[in-house]
């Protein structure tokens, strides 16, 4: 009798405290997706623009070179970001000039990176291994 009121207190803590957990962690997540939602402000309206503004600048450049499918598109109030990688300076300018080419594109910031070519990264590689 005694061990069964024993297990049972054991499963009672232990559901308390599952309890506990989940509605600390229910309310950190309320509370954290307020304080970090910078859009609430927005209008659905505003919101949707810059969202047809990302789909356009992708489609722009999917359909102009499926070597920039990799390209990230982000876009808030008509500036649009580009990020991700490509394998050359010319693809990387040439994304940049077809985003600005897009209708309602008001300035476009380009963080694309330019992979390191498999040469590059070999012949660094053989320097470090000289070196050491």
């Known amino acids: 009798m005694l061990n069964k009121l024993q297990a049972l207190r054991t499963k009672n803590i232990g559901f308390l ?3 506990v957990f989940l ?3 229910g309310t950190l997540q309320l509370t954290g997706c307020a304080a970090f939602n910078h859009d609430a402000n927005r209008t659905v309206g505003q919101k949707f623009d810059d969202y047809t503004l990302t789909r356009d600048v992708k489609s722009a450049l999917t359909d102009e ?3 920039l499918n990799a390209v990230n598109v982000q876009s ?3 500036l649009v970001q580009l990020s991700g990688f490509v394998d050359t300076k010319e693809q990387k300018n040439k994304a940049e000039d077809i985003a600005k080419d897009v209708k309602n594109v008001v300035s476009v910031k380009n963080d694309i990176v330019i992979k390191e070519s498999k040469t590059n990264r070999i012949q660094r590689a053989w320097h470090d291994v000289k070196k050491s």
Request: glycine share 8%; net charge positive; aromatic share 24%.
């Open 17 to 19: 405290f599952l309890v």
């Open 65 to 67: 070179s499926k070597q």
């Open 76 to 78: 808030y109030k008509g």
């Open 23 to 25: 509605l600390s962690f």
